[in-house]
């Protein structure tokens, strides 16, 4: 769904969601990057998955910018620790003359360990085309960190970073601008058809706090929010609500399963899910990893 009501193509630039508010999807992961403008120059929202990336996306920065006679950035937000959100970092880093980076204090402390992994990963991957990209890119973790909320001021708008609470990794921050009630929801939510709207479960992934996590989301949302998720075109709090029924029904399995006394390798083949079995092998480790003794019995016999 495009709660723009654009077709906001592949590697074509930003395109303009709501007032001053722009993204920008790319082919590599349908991964999004944003710009909110204010008087006071832009706030761009995630960097992009290396260096390489990012220099094309600090072109479509610019040429915005002189369009609107502010182009300076000053400021970066990222979403989460990810390397398709964060390794553009070095880039902009460079551009700007270290223009303030903030993110979770988790992501954070996170961002050189999770680059490093993927970096790794991407040895096994020699015939990837983005494979030199991605393992030349400097890892620059953000600088500017915050534990709960942060209000980035752009001189005519506030633009407020939130942490919700823990989900797709330990350090989610939504981006809000409430002036013209749109946010960027990094991978929180995800849409695109690239994974057929699953969100993804990874290694660091909380499946069981994402529930909650997405009912304060909510709860920042109204009817007419346009929503743009980490990955895919934007959408709309039905869209958000329906995501968080999907998430929070994998969570109560986990639970049930857990209380019946299902092991854990047994898990995925014992109940049936929302979401293809081969994408929730991780949700249901990490799910099992994070419960409480009380909320476990005995295996069954």
């Known amino acids: 769904m495009n709660a723009s009501g654009r077709d906001i193509r592949h590697d ?3 395109v303009e969601i709501a007032d001053r508010c722009w993204v920008a ?12 403008a204010g008087e006071g120059g832009l706030l761009v929202v995630d960097t992009h998955a290396s260096e390489a990336d990012a220099r094309k996306v600090l072109d479509h920065v610019r040429r915005l910018g002189s369009r609107l006679g502010r182009g300076e950035v000053i400021g ?10 964060t390794f553009g970092n070095a880039a902009f ?11 979770h204090e988790a992501a954070a402390a996170r961002t050189i360990e999770a680059g490093e992994r993927i970096k790794r990963l991407y040895d096994d991957e020699p015939d990837d085309p983005h494979r030199e990209d991605v393992q030349a890119t400097r890892i620059v973790p953000a600088d500017q960190t915050f534990s709960s909320a942060r209000v980035v001021d752009l001189g005519d708008r506030m633009v407020e970073l939130i942490h919700p609470g823990r989900g797709h990794t330990a350090g989610d921050v939504v981006i809000r601008v409430p002036d ?22 990874g290694d660091d992934c909380f499946p069981l706090e994402w529930p909650a ?3 304060l989301v909510i709860g920042l949302l109204t009817a007419s929010s346009v929503v743009v998720p980490g990955h895919g075109l934007p959408v709309d709090l039905d869209f958000v609500a329906e995501q968080r029924g999907s998430i929070g029904i994998v969570a109560e399995t986990i639970h049930g399963l857990a209380g019946n006394g299902v092991p854990v390798a047994e898990a995925l083949a014992a109940a049936d899910w929302p979401y293809p079995t081969e994408e929730l092998t991780r949700a249901v480790a990490r799910g099992y990893e994070h419960l409480p003794r009380s909320a476990r019995s005995l295996p069954l016999a």
């Open 76 to 85: 970066v937000v990222n979403t989460h620790e990810h390397f398709d959100h």
């Open 25 to 36: 999807r790319h082919e590599f992961l349908d991964v999004n990057v944003g710009v909110v």
């Open 213 to 215: 996590t997405l009912d």
């Open 93 to 103: 880093r460079d551009a700007y003359d270290g223009v303030p980076m903030h993110a």
């Open 12 to 14: 074509s630039g930003f």
């Open 180 to 201: 013209v009630d749109v946010m960027y929801a990094g991978d929180l939510v995800e849409e695109s058809v690239v994974r057929s709207g699953v969100p993804y479960f």
